[in-house]
């Protein structure tokens, strides 16, 4: 197949088509590939915009929104898990949410996938946009001081993005360089045949555990692997199947994506239309109510797009 | 019926396994065969350690430093749970409480007429080494069709729902059980598992026969029989004694076994249960004494993760309640038990059941068209959707046509990876076992031999990792199953009356965990009934049930030669018509504080 050129995360348009931006956005992708690193095995995880791949397949990795290391931690009590949820700074999946309440009730939670490297990207290259998609996004209250303290570069922790709203991640290991990281890490023993043999596996997230294990087995099978266009993460669907109305009828769907496209979702809105007569926080899911996000994070499945290929050495 | 399906179901009559024969297994420790009277001498007596440490105990550990499940913990888990019935027969009666010290004085009834851990243990062994030994199915009849008194048992259990351990123990007791799931039923957490959401529709949960909003059962009582006559014996003595109790009987109902070679088949065709995880522990310190059998030579680089090739070895823990548990990210090391439970409730385990009918007409109906569709061979397309041929031969070891020789051996029929090349395995000295001469499994991390979507690849898939974690996660989500067949089966029967085919039939699902939301309905919702978990490729198109906002539509993807087919499904094969969620207690608790000790 042809050499890629990295486009956005969703193939958005935040900024004309043809403008520096995206050629700029290609170059920071290719930085955070490193070229032909050897995953383990006889594979090799290939840079697609250099190398190219015969294609053979591709693969979609998928895991749950909802952070595992919480449920691991709170076996027993999935309501503690909840409660620890809330906080973005545990949200260690790739996907972090933010919930909104009148009063103990839940009216909206908006997830995102979005990478702080985008953010800083766009507004590198124009300021004026990043503001106006914040004032579209979260508030029109935004100023330019909250996101340019004192001028400067832009600030990815500033108030809208973390007290006081949801942009694009915030938590510590939530970035594109940590997703291609992971892709391209080794098999720590170098020897395993096998997945049982790759145990025991010490990382705690659903994840980690998905794209390594994935992509060290594809690597032990010969094949080279690198991230498809467009390299980032998505929310590929959500399950509300079940989920019930006060009146214990099926819930509609409430979902809306805002930015991205459905099945690879950057940034996804849960709200009830008010025509509805009730909120978020009034749905049951199996009989409970929801009264965090994470309930609903834990229906949220959240990938990642990957080429499995065969590359010339 | 179309007539692709009446030639199916006719061909399936000969799906049988080839059985191993002149096989001698290793000689297990004698140990004592717990009786009833035995058991009620020796509670109290605990060998294993309790985290409040209030007994009379001695923490003991095998060399492997699993638990050690001594003649007094043996006797008080219930034979059901550990290591299971599996009997040919099996009456399942759901009953209601009445006047509560009636019900008290029945199970102090009862409680001597359970089944004991060890005692189904040591038939279980007997049984197993004569039936590899004689190469025949049930060593329990002889030649001339009698049956063998020593190879013979009827064995009963019961448990009860989180309502009749409110009214018996009391809320305050009962509000000590973690399981958000068993306190809720299973009627509650119906939708949630694809159930219909329409009153109007088959498998709603108001028109279930048992464990709907207006019909939930509080007692589960199962007998269980070599013979349908002593099968028939113990069940009036059940219901007469209930019924003098003031109990009532919701629904009594009986499940065999399929006849001849279609034994231990469900009603679709296809072998059923061949996968269970062997469960960690012993019986003493003497090796050989394990609860589940170790088969692999200490060579064999899985020796530590596996009993017999294929069979995880599992923590005790995820089937009985403070127990050590599966650790999520180290399958070798335990992981601290549970202590969201009742002291009373230790070494129980929850059991979920599921009266799940099934429409064999309808998935032949649609196997046919869809193979058709996609050139396939109707049996070999179902084949792969099931990820086992009707014997039970696993397609990873033989991608093209049915083996009875494959199915019939025990240390091969479930010896197969997903992701890699298939290892042979170092077994320990098997007199009269030739070795593993079959194909080995082949990598398939492309799935193309077993699609993603495939009934065994969704349920348990193995060495993938999954949305939730590497291989060593999956161990956490494993239960063991303990189903059997009701209604007349309708395959292997060639010309079948109208009313054969109209007849009703189906799995009677029951299976026991410790936790049911983070194994069953982890499970169900989450890899059964998703399109793309445990990996993208559809839903479980045996058992997958989806329900949006009353489409029940569902999709799985055929990985056809020029590429993948995505294939549509909309009418469902298998409906839920009645269950709910109960926990087997510990013996000593049913003639203990469920009885109003």
Redesign the interface.
Known sequence: MALLTFDTPGHVRDLPQGAPFYGEWHRTVERLIGTSIAVSGRGRYVDPSRRDVEL??RR?Y???GFP?PLL?EH????RAAWVAGESRDVQIEYLEWRVERAGDTITRITFTTETPEYWKALAAADRGRVLRLYRELVSPEVREGDLFPGGAAYDPLNRWNTTDGIVHYVMRINSLRDLLGVSQESEPTRRA??????????R?T?AD??L???IW??S??G?AVSTDDTPGLYI??W?D????KPDG????GYWRVVRGRPGAALRVVYEVPESEGFAVGDIR????RIEFGGQVAEHV?V?AHGL?GRSPR | MKRTTAVVLAGLASAGAELLAGVELPGAAADVVGGPGERAARVGEREVAAPGGGLTEVARMTALGEPVYGRAAGNDIQGAVVPGFNKDHQQLVFLRLGEVEGARAWLRWLAPRIATMNEVLDFRRAFRAARLRLGVRDPGVSGTGVRVPELTATWTSVAFSYTAIELLAGPVEAGRF?D??FR?GLA??S?????P?DPARPGHRERWVVGGPQNEAEMLVTVAADAVDDLETAVAAVISTASEHGLTVLLSERGDTLPGQLAGHEHFGFKDGISQPGIRGARSTVSGDEITPRYLAADD??AA?FGKPGQPLVWPGQFLLGEPRQ???????P?PA???FPQWARLGSYVVVRRLAQDVVGFWDWMGSAAAAVDVDPVAFASALVGRWPSGAPVMRSPHHDDPALAGDDFASNHF?F?????PSSLVPLAGYAGDSHRAAA?D??ARVCPHAAHIRKVNP????????????TLTRLMLRRGIPYGPPLVGVSDPSPQLVEAERGLLFVACMSSI??QF?FVS??WV?????P??GGVDPVIGQ?????QRGREVVWPAASGDVTLRLDADFVTPTGGGYFFAPPISAVDGILAGA
């Open positions: 053979v397949g979609l998928t895991w749950t595992r691991v076996r027993d009590d999935r045949r096998d997945g049982y043999d790759a145990l025991p596996y010490k705690r659903g555990a998905r390594n294990l994935d087995a594809l032990r099978r094949y590929a669907g399950d199947t079940g989920w019930e009828t099926p819930v509609g899911i199996g009989g409970r499945t990938s499995v | 973690g958000r799931s809720q509650a957490r939708t949630y598992l694809g159930d959401a680089p899985h993760l650790d999520p990210q180290d399958p070798k090391v992981a549970s202590t969201a990876l992701q890699d090349d298939t290892r990598a991390v492309l193995r060495d993938s990792a999954t949305d939730f974690g590497a291989p060593a996660d939301e983070d309905e919702r989450r009934n998703s399109v793309d978990q990996n993208a989806v329900d949006r906002a009353g």
